[in-house]
């Protein structure tokens, strides 16, 4: 997908019931069910994805290589590789991408900034409902 090797996977989950207040610092793959209060920021070295389910919110800077939102995030956001905008995905506040996959239903309430030299890469998906 988009000339990337290996594909991440979830590593670890922050659960539905959780509350989360501070910084998260990640490597791999992390799925957030529940409420982060504070950046979520991944080891810039390494590959590494990030799914904000329909569920959960996260309220602080988020920066990742792969991102799936289809909860709320209320913050800047950085993708250096793929940022993925499910139906549900709700984003309040700038955001830096790479590529960018955004369904129907999606809302970003900031600016957008494509972070690549040359041809922007915007696929944009519609339902066929």
């Known amino acids: 997908m988009l000339g990337r090797k290996a594909k991440s996977t979830i590593d670890s989950l922050i659960g539905i019931s959780t509350t989360i207040e501070g910084n998260l610092n990640f490597k791999g793959g992390l799925r957030i069910d529940g409420h982060v209060k504070g950046n979520v920021i991944a080891e810039s070295d390494q590959d590494s994805m990030l799914v904000?389910?329909?569920?959960?919110?996260?309220?602080?800077?988020?920066?990742?290589?792969?991102?799936?939102?289809?909860?709320?995030?209320?913050?800047?956001?950085?993708?250096?590789?793929?940022?993925?905008?499910?139906?549900?995905?709700?984003?309040?506040?700038?955001?830096h991408y790479k590529a960018l996959e955004m369904h129907g239903g999606a809302l970003v309430c900031g600016k957008l900034t494509h972070e690549q030299v040359g041809e922007p890469m915007l696929k944009l998906a519609m339902s066929n409902t």
């Open 52 to 95: 904000i389910s329909e569920q959960a919110k996260v309220e602080g800077e988020v920066r990742v290589a792969h991102l799936v939102v289809n909860g709320e995030i209320v913050g800047p956001v950085f993708s250096s590789e793929l940022l993925e905008l499910q139906p549900k995905a709700r984003i309040t506040g700038d955001v």
